[in-house]
């Protein structure tokens, strides 16, 4: 078997108290049990003048190489480029796109200086896998420097429609940019046929018979590669003893009886106002839920520097404690609003131990919250999943009550839906998700993609 090298800007944290983020936790039970080498971002910035030397340590099977980024680095290419233009662009809030001119040479100085990094890292016979909008044009930077292996892309962000992908500057070069990998894949068919239709409708480029899409003489292989969890371990963390008492120390700290989980980085594509406006609302038109229903939020802080994120952030704590103020009492608190990281085995008890899973992205490449809260559940006692449509996973989990998050009264309507469903229901709905879930895992979606890798290759010439 091949060497498998893994690229991406954030790698996981093996502390328990690390980063949260969907990457890093599928990436790292992805390794964990193929092995490979991960170069990354060490999450440490130092200043422009200093070295940035490669360290590497060894986990188990898996190396993992990491390099901290220079202060402008993370200003143009990590706040810059990557989170202020492409990630609002693709995921469609072009109101809170900022594009500064050195952000776009922030970004590809930056990621010449990944491919430089790596190159010195690579063996003959690897096989390179590279992550995430920040690291576009990885490949076609490799390739100048001879690089000759395999490369795949993934995306993990959604790939948004022709007209919306049209607002981010550089757009073209960045589709271009992609027809440097072996193989491009993305999360759901949505994305693939956004895809196809910029490079068939915007770029001018074709669709060759075997499926591959032509572009200025270069074709590649495009295929959604939807991303799961390791679900047996992740239930698993969810019925420890300690996870046990967790749920039991839940209990006793409070008269509701029923707990509405949401589980999300403090980013304004999650729909997490939205969220609290519908629970405000359910508990103003249902007066039976006051005192019997809490909405726990957990979310911890992510690119605070980022002025839409900070804004978000206000927001929000003014909003659950105008709820709070305004419908709690002495002994209820109707929103639990959790500013902070919570180790997964943790969130693992309180998925289980949360009765509604509501997860409302406004737009969301995949959302693994919404896989965990099925994984988590007792399957004679089931949650109810609640899940946007904008999301990933919602082109799988098709059992779960699927709301429009703009649509305040139908978030309402599935709340109370949800906190009313008969067992019988709950556990039909829940296996099928369950069997959905198992099925479509992080080693099948590993599999699945290296598999392709390995039988693909692009064509340099029409
Ligand atoms: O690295 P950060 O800037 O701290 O952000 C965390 C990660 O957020 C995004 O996660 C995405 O990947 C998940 C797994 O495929 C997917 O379920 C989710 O829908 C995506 O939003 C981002 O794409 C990662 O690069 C970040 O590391
Ligand atoms: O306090 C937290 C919040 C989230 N997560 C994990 O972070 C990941 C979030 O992934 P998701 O795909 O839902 O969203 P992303 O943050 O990647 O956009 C999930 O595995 C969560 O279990 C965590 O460990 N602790």
Redesign the pocket.
């Known amino acids: 078997m091949k060497r498998l090298v893994v690229v991406s800007n954030r790698v996981a944290d093996w502390t328990k108290g690390g980063k949260?983020?969907?990457?890093a936790?599928a990436l790292q039970d992805a390794l964990r049990k193929r092995g490979g080498l991960w170069l990354g971002w060490s999450g440490k910035i130092v200043e422009d003048d200093e070295p940035c030397e490669l360290s590497q340590e060894h986990h188990g099977n898996v190396t993992l190489a990491t390099m901290p980024l220079t202060e402008s680095e993370y200003q143009h290419y990590y706040l810059g480029f990557s989170n202020s233009v492409l990630w609002p662009v693709f995921h469609y809030r072009l109101d809170l796109a900022r594009f500064e001119p050195e952000h776009w040479e922030g970004y590809i100085t930056t990621v010449r200086r990944f491919a430089e990094k790596l190159v010195g890292l690579l063996e003959p016979d690897d096989i390179i896998w590279v992550h995430d909008y920040h690291l576009i044009p990885l490949a076609s930077e490799l390739r100048k420097l001879g690089v000759d292996q395999k490369i795949g892309f993934f995306l993990h962000i959604p790939f948004p429609s022709p007209d919306v992908l049209a607002a981010a500057p550089k757009h073209r070069a960045l589709v271009r940019a992609l027809f440097d990998y072996d193989l491009v894949g993305l999360q759901t068919h949505a994305d693939v046929g956004n895809f196809g239709r910029f490079v068939y409708e915007a770029a001018d480029g074709k669709v060759l018979q075997d499926g591959r899409l032509q572009l200025d003489g270069k074709s590649v292989l495009i295929k959604s590669f939807p991303i799961g969890i390791d679900v047996e371990s992740f239930r698993d963390m969810a019925r420890t003893e300690e996870a046990d008492r967790h749920i039991q120390t839940l209990q006793r700290r409070t008269i509701a009886s029923a707990f509405i989980i949401g589980?999300d980085?403090l980013?304004y594509t999650k729909g997490i106002s939205e969220r609290f406006r519908a629970f405000q609302r359910l508990v103003e038109s249902h007066p039976e839920y006051r005192t019997s229903v809490t909405l726990m939020q957990?979310a911890?802080p992510t690119r605070e520097e980022v002025l839409a994120y900070a804004e978000m952030r206000q927001e929000l704590e003014q909003l659950s404690g105008h709820i709070n103020g305004e419908l709690g009492n002495y002994d209820w608190t109707p929103v639990r609003y959790i500013h902070r990281?919570?180790?997964?085995d943790t969130?693992a008890a309180l998925l289980r131990g949360s009765q509604v899973g509501l997860v409302t992205p406004l737009r969301?490449g995949?959302?693994?919250?919404a896989k965990?809260y099925v994984a988590a559940q007792d399957d004679e006692n089931p949650g109810v999943l609640i899940l946007s449509r904008f999301a990933g996973a919602a082109e799988q989990l098709k059992e779960a009550l699927i709301i429009n998050p703009y649509d305040i009264d139908e978030m309402v309507e599935a709340m109370h839906r949800a906190l009313s469903m008969p067992l019988a229901e709950r556990k039909e709905r829940h296996q099928a998700l369950l069997e959905r879930v198992r099925e479509n895992d992080v080693s099948y979606w590993r599999e699945c993609y290296l598999d392709t890798l390995e039988t693909v290759r692009r064509e340099a010439s029409a």
């Open positions: 949260s983020g969907g990457l936790v589980v980085r980013d957990i911890p990281h919570i180790p997964r969130l969301d995949m959302n693994l919250v965990e």
